[in-house]
């Protein structure tokens, strides 16, 4: 429950109840470096429950107020998501080291996977039903009011060959009522080769600018983890979207999902589908084999 745990003005967690103690956590090895410190494998084992295997997001235990303000306001609007696409946090640790305890989610990103496992992917199969599982999540996202603001095959978590999860919300908010996008007022690290025109010019966030993300995850998806615009710095990928030219087909790709990539990247958000056309139409191809 969203309300379960909450954030001070000076950063403290008001309320304690998804709070872990980190004697219950056993810690194992490193599965990588995050943004603001490593994540790790480890178990936990609450007092009468039965042990579990899971991700142990950690903040550098040199870290700033800044950086504490956000790995907090992650923690606590993914406290508020229940989706089998979603990853899930099972919890806080206070530590030292701060920590977000999630569920382990143990074949890594999809972008890893892909790279490495190219072969146990198929167009048909596979990648479909990820790009459907994603879609899905995205739709609940919408539901509820979230921009991710930071979609890409990266941050994609394979839990089986079966089931995606959305990860990574360290750069996501929550719409107020009132308004259908979310204005950022700094640039920090923006992964600009995902961004829709309105994001890199204007500094706005909605729903539909996470549906051009989206469109450029399918396409990492459907290259087996290519860089989009390849070698190509921001500014200058930034230069072909707005001559009109757009990502092309990769190879191999059906005709429809690249229809779908390219109706993601409608220039006017207007124009774009939603994650609700976007779910239906992946739940809607019965033609789930290869
Ligand atoms: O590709 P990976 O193995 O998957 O490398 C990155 C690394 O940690 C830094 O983000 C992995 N990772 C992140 N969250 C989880 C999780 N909940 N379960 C398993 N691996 C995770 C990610």
């Known amino acids: 429950n969203y309300n379960e745990i909450s954030i001070n003005a000076d950063g403290q967690l008001s309320t304690l109840q ?19 410190g490593s994540v790790l494998r480890a178990v936990y084992a609450a007092p009468d429950k039965v042990p579990i295997q899971v991700a142990v997001k950690t903040l550098h ?23 089998r696409c979603i990853v899930r946090l099972i919890g806080v640790s206070l530590g030292p ?5 999630q569920e382990l989610v143990p074949l890594g990103s999809l972008l890893n996977y892909l790279l490495r496992h190219p072969e146990k992917a198929s167009p048909g199969y596979e ?5 459907w599982q994603v879609a899905s999540g995205m739709r609940y996202l919408e539901r509820r009011r979230f921009v991710h603001r930071d979609l890409a095959a990266r941050n994609i978590l394979l839990a089986s060959r079966h089931q ?24 920090g690290k923006w992964p600009i080769k995902w961004y829709a025109p309105e994001s890199y010019n204007y500094g706005t966030f909605s729903h539909k600018s996470d549906v051009w993300s989206y469109g ?9 983890g290519k860089q989009p615009y390849g070698e190509m710095r921001g500014i200058e990928a930034i230069q072909v979207v707005e001559s009109g030219q757009r990502l092309e087909r990769p190879e191999n790709c059906p005709d429809e999902i690249y229809k779908v990539m390219l109706d993601c990247w409608a220039y006017s958000p207007d124009q774009r589908p939603t ?16």
């Open 127 to 131: 990648l479909r039903l990820w790009a």
């Open 164 to 187: 995606a999860k959305i990860s990574d919300f360290g750069l996501s908010r929550a719409l107020s009522t009132d308004s259908s996008y979310y204005k950022a007022s700094r640039g």
């Open 275 to 290: 994650f609700g056309k976007l779910d239906d139409v992946f739940a809607h191809h019965p033609d789930y084999v290869n």
């Open 97 to 101: 080291p701060l920590a977000m305890v």
């Open 216 to 224: 450029v995850t399918l396409w990492e998806m459907f290259s087996y």
């Open 61 to 83: 235990v040199q870290h700033t107020d800044a950086n504490k303000r956000e790995f907090l306001s992650e923690a606590k609007l993914m406290m508020s998501l229940q989706h």
């Open 18 to 36: 998804e709070v872990i103690p980190f004697n219950e956590l056993t810690l194992g090895a490193v599965l990588g470096e995050g943004e603001f």
